[in-house]
C-alpha cells in the first residue's frame, strides 16, 4: 500500500530537498552561452588548461577568484585589436580579432564547469572577501540561468552599494546595484553580449525597475553617491589646505610687522652682502691696491736694469 502510494506520486522529502539545489539550465549547456570567439580563447588559454586544470573544488576556484581578479571585461587590457571593424565584425559584438581572455571569464566558465548548486550559487553572490567573487556569482546568473529567474536572484541586490572597479586597467568604479540594473536592461557589456531576454520578460523588468527606481530617483542617487565619493576622495586635500591656511594665519597674528615674503628676501640678500661692500669700499683696501702695483712696478725695473748690465 505504501510503496504503492509513493511509486503514484508520492515524494521522498530527501529526493525534493536535493532536487531543489539543482539549477535549472538556460539556452546552450556546452558554450554556457557565451560569445564563441571568447569561448574558444578561453578553451585555448594556457592559463585555463594548465592552471585551472588543476582547481577541482568550488572552494579552491573561490580562492582563485580573490587572488587573480581585478576586473569584469572579458579581454584583458590592450590585447585586442578591433580597429577598421564594422558591422558585426565591431567591438561591441565580440566577433572580431581576439585577444588574450581575461582571467575573470576563465574562472567564470571554470564554475560553469563545476555545475554549481543553488547553496553554492548563494555563497558566491552573498560571500564577504571580495566583491569581484560576488560579481562572477551574479554573472554566472545573468549568463546561465532562465531569463524568466533573473528578477528573483537580483531583486534583493539592486540597491548593494559595494564598489568595484569593472575595467580592465581600471579607471571605472560601479557599485553593485548599478552593475545588476545595467545587466537587467542591457545587452552590450564591454566587448560582448550577454544572452537575450524574451519581449514579455524584458518588458515586465522594465516595469518593475521603472516603478521601483523612477528616472528622477535614480538620476538623483547617482549624482549624490558621485558627490559623496568625490567628497571623501577630497577631504584629505581640503584638511591639509585648512592646516595651511591657520598655520599662515597664526604666523601673521604672531608678527607684530608682518613683511612681504619678497621683501624680507631682499633684506636678507642686503644683510649678507654689505661686509662684502664695506670692503670693497674701504680706502685702505685701495691703498694697499696702489701700493702693491707701485712695488711691482719697481721689481720690473730693477729686474730689467739687471738684465741690460748684463748684456
Given at each position: 500500500?505504501?510503496?504503492?502510494?509513493?511509486?503514484?506520486?508520492?515524494?521522498?522529502?530527501?529526493?525534493?530537498?536535493?532536487?531543489?539545489?539543482?539549477?535549472?539550465?538556460?539556452?546552450?549547456?556546452?558554450?554556457?552561452?557565451?560569445?564563441?570567439?571568447?569561448?574558444?580563447?578561453?578553451?585555448?588559454?594556457?592559463?585555463?588548461?594548465?592552471?585551472?586544470?588543476?582547481?577541482?573544488?568550488?572552494?579552491?576556484?573561490?580562492?582563485?577568484?580573490?587572488?587573480?581578479?581585478?576586473?569584469?571585461?572579458?579581454?584583458?587590457?590592450?590585447?585586442?585589436?578591433?580597429?577598421?571593424?564594422?558591422?558585426?565584425?565591431?567591438?561591441?559584438?565580440?566577433?572580431?580579432?581576439?585577444?588574450?581572455?581575461?582571467?575573470?571569464?576563465?574562472?567564470?566558465?571554470?564554475?560553469?564547469?563545476?555545475?554549481?548548486?543553488?547553496?553554492?550559487?548563494?555563497?558566491?553572490?552573498?560571500?564577504?572577501?571580495?566583491?569581484?567573487?560576488?560579481?562572477?556569482?551574479?554573472?554566472?546568473?545573468?549568463?546561465?540561468?532562465?531569463?524568466?529567474?533573473?528578477?528573483?536572484?537580483?531583486?534583493?541586490?539592486?540597491?548593494?552599494?559595494?564598489?568595484?572597479?569593472?575595467?580592465?586597467?581600471?579607471?571605472?568604479?560601479?557599485?553593485?546595484g548599478q552593475i545588476l540594473r545595467q545587466w537587467l536592461v542591457k545587452l552590450e557589456w564591454f566587448s560582448t553580449l550577454f544572452p537575450r531576454i524574451p519581449v514579455p520578460i524584458q518588458?515586465?523588468?522594465?516595469?518593475y525597475l521603472e516603478e521601483r527606481f523612477p528616472p528622477q530617483a535614480v538620476q538623483a542617487a547617482q549624482e549624490r553617491a558621485r558627490d559623496d565619493r568625490r567628497f571623501e576622495r577630497e577631504r584629505p586635500v581640503r584638511e591639509d589646505l585648512r592646516n595651511n591656511f591657520l598655520r599662515d594665519d597664526r604666523d601673521r597674528r604672531d608678527d607684530p610687522a608682518p613683511i612681504?615674503?619678497?621683501?624680507?628676501?631682499?633684506?636678507?640678500?642686503?644683510?649678507?652682502?654689505?661686509?662684502?661692500?664695506?670692503?670693497?669700499?674701504?680706502?685702505?683696501?685701495?691703498?694697499?691696491?696702489?701700493?702693491?702695483?707701485?712695488?711691482?712696478?719697481?721689481?720690473?725695473?730693477?729686474?730689467?736694469?739687471?738684465?741690460?748690465?748684463?748684456?
Amino acid at each position: 500500500m505504501d510503496q504503492r502510494n509513493y511509486n503514484s506520486g508520492d515524494e521522498d522529502p530527501t529526493v525534493a530537498k536535493k532536487q531543489s539545489n539543482v539549477l535549472p539550465l538556460y539556452g546552450n549547456e556546452r558554450s554556457m552561452n557565451l560569445n564563441p570567439l571568447i569561448l574558444t580563447n578561453i578553451q585555448s588559454s594556457h592559463y585555463f588548461k594548465v592552471n585551472l586544470y588543476e582547481l577541482k573544488t568550488y572552494h579552491e576556484v573561490v580562492d582563485e577568484i580573490y587572488y587573480k581578479v581585478s576586473h569584469l571585461e572579458p579581454w584583458e587590457k590592450g590585447s585586442r585589436r578591433t580597429s577598421g571593424q564594422t558591422g558585426m565584425c565591431g567591438g561591441v559584438r565580440g566577433v572580431g580579432a581576439g585577444g588574450i581572455v581575461s582571467t575573470a571569464y576563465c574562472l567564470l566558465y571554470k564554475l560553469f564547469t563545476l555545475k554549481l548548486t543553488r547553496k553554492q550559487l548563494n555563497g558566491l553572490i552573498t560571500h564577504c572577501d571580495s566583491p569581484y567573487i560576488r560579481a562572477l556569482g551574479f554573472m554566472y546568473i545573468r549568463y546561465v540561468l532562465p531569463p524568466s529567474n533573473l528578477l528573483e536572484w537580483y531583486e534583493d541586490y539592486l540597491e548593494d552599494e559595494e564598489e568595484l572597479d569593472v575595467k580592465a586597467g581600471g579607471g571605472q568604479t560601479m557599485v553593485m546595484g548599478q552593475i545588476l540594473r545595467q545587466w537587467l536592461v542591457k545587452l552590450e557589456w564591454f566587448s560582448t553580449l550577454f544572452p537575450r531576454i524574451p519581449v514579455p520578460i524584458q518588458q515586465k523588468i522594465q516595469k518593475y525597475l521603472e516603478e521601483r527606481f523612477p528616472p528622477q530617483a535614480v538620476q538623483a542617487a547617482q549624482e549624490r553617491a558621485r558627490d559623496d565619493r568625490r567628497f571623501e576622495r577630497e577631504r584629505p586635500v581640503r584638511e591639509d589646505l585648512r592646516n595651511n591656511f591657520l598655520r599662515d594665519d597664526r604666523d601673521r597674528r604672531d608678527d607684530p610687522a608682518p613683511i612681504n615674503r619678497r621683501d624680507r628676501n631682499r633684506e636678507e640678500h642686503e644683510r649678507r652682502d654689505r661686509p662684502h661692500r664695506e670692503r670693497s669700499r674701504s680706502p685702505n683696501r685701495n691703498k694697499h691696491r696702489h701700493h702693491n702695483r707701485d712695488r711691482d712696478g719697481k721689481h720690473r725695473e730693477e729686474r730689467f736694469r739687471g738684465g741690460k748690465g748684463r748684456y
